[in-house]
Each structure stands twice: as C-alpha cells, then as structure tokens.
Nanobody, 122 residues
C-alpha cells in the first residue's frame, strides 16, 4: 500500500534554495507517476511538477527553470530541488501519485502525502 512521506520543508529568504523529498514507505512499486502540488495560504492546491516512472519530467510555467524534479527508484524517492525561491512559492507542498503526468502535476491522484511547509521570506 502506497504511503508517501515528505521531508525537507523550511524557511528561506528570497532567492534561497530548498530540497524536498517524498518517499513511498508503504510499497516497493515504482511504476506510478509522482509529483508535487502546493497550496498557498487561502488558495487552491495546484500542481507544480511531475515525473513519470521512466524519468520524463513536467513543470508548471511559474517554476520552470527554477525547480528540478528527480527520481531515485532504488530508494522509492522523488525529490524537488527548488532554486531561486520567491515569496510566492510559499505554501504547503504535497507529494502525490497519479495515473499520468501533466504540467499541472499528477492527474487522477491516487495517493497524497501529508504535506510540508515551505516559507520564503522577502
């Protein structure tokens, strides 16, 4: 059974970097597309990035060129390297598996993590 555990959130200043991780601790399956959503305070949960089981990556336009998603199938973990962070990147970041990927994250989400907080101060 898929169980997603996120780590790596925190607070950084404008222009800083953070790396998030998401490990599936409940299963050994690496066949699902997996990605990241974020939810700003008072806002909707929106997808930002996704990676397929064979490593094809997708990014929402607002993070393209700044965020890098990657996958380590040996540890059943995906990462989101976030560079040149901006205050508008602040929010709760959720890991999710889905049926397939898009530039708006996984589609037809099957599983969610609990989320980690990212705060970018100006």
């Amino acid at each position: 059974q898929v169980q997603l555990v996120e780590a790596g959130g925190g607070e950084v200043q404008n222009g800083g970097s953070l790396r998030l991780s998401c490990t599936d601790v409940g299963s050994t399956a690496n066949c699902y597309p997996r990605g990241w959503f974020r939810q700003a305070p008072g806002g909707d949960r929106l997808g930002v990035s996704c990676i397929t089981s064979d490593g094809v990556t997708y990014y929402q336009d607002s993070v393209k060129g700044r965020f890098i998603i990657s996958r380590d199938n040996a540890t059943n973990t995906i990462y989101l390297q976030m560079n040149r962070l901006k205050p508008e990147d602040t929010g709760l970041y959720y890991c999710a598996t889905g049926e397939r990927c898009s530039t708006w994250g996984p589609i037809a989400v099957r599983n969610w993590g609990r989320g980690v907080q990212v705060t970018v101060s100006s």
